[in-house]
T-cell receptor
């Protein structure tokens, strides 16, 4: 089936540093998402993105977070500066449309903030 | 705040038997309800979705939705060891935003 690729699979950084998580969505998809999953807890919605703009963001999407997809390349999640509580697995997803369309998820990037 | 609760937390089923998973949600204004399968170290993969009250069958999977009771269930007929995974119930409210439950860990014993 359609594949969403996430790079890197694991990232270790020191608290206060900047990190960029990269996502290569399915090629003809128009909607993009980031979800966060802390170990042992449920997956939580962070943000969705369409036509170059954030459509909706949750309370977890702090001011230190930003997303973009410059020139149709990677869909990125940037955290600057990082905090210890940002340690989690971040999943990217994409879908062709927003209503009743399947979301396709990547394998996740495990972020460890030390 | 929309909530999704799944039960049981974990389930062990003999090979060939029926696996039954449950999910309740807090808001009947939801759009579609999805079931995702997640293997260790992988992202969730969509299995089946339902929008209207009633049931929907795809292969060995049957899902039942009752919006009045805010309940949806997934049944896997003839369960196989390869079905062992975490199953996530997810409710789609708008713009593709999914609210996930905490998951049910299903183990199929040969």
């Amino acid at each position: 089936g359609p594949k969403v690729l996430q790079i890197p699979s694991h990232q270790i950084i020191d608290m206060g540093q900047m990190v960029t998580l990269n996502c290569d969505p399915v090629s003809n998809h128009l909607y993009f998402y980031w979800y966060k999953q802390i170990l042992g807890q449920q997956m939580e919605f962070l943000v969705n993105f369409y036509n170059g703009k954030v459509m909706e963001k949750s309370k977890l999407f702090k001011d230190q977070f930003s997303v973009e997809r410059p020139d149709g390349s990677y869909f990125t999640l940037k955290i600057q500066p990082t905090a210890l509580e940002d340690s989690a697995v971040y999943f990217c997803a994409s879908s062709p449309g927003s209503h009743q369309n399947t979301l396709y998820f990547g394998a996740g990037t495990r972020l460890s903030v030390l | 705040q929309e909530k999704v609760q799944q039960s049981p937390e974990s389930l062990i089923v003999p090979e060939g038997a029926m696996s039954s998973l449950n999910c309740t949600f807090s808001n009947s204004a939801s759009q579609s309800i999805w079931w995702y399968q997640q293997h260790p170290g992988k992202g969730p993969e969509a299995l089946i979705s339902i929008f209207s009250n009633g049931n929907k069958k795809e292969g060995r999977l049957t899902v039942y939705l009752n919006r009045a009771s805010l309940h949806v269930s997934l049944h896997i007929r003839d369960s196989q060891p390869s079905d062992s995974a975490v199953y996530l119930c997810a409710v789609n409210y708008n713009q593709g935003k999914l609210i996930f439950g905490q998951g049910t860990k299903l183990s199929i014993k040969p």
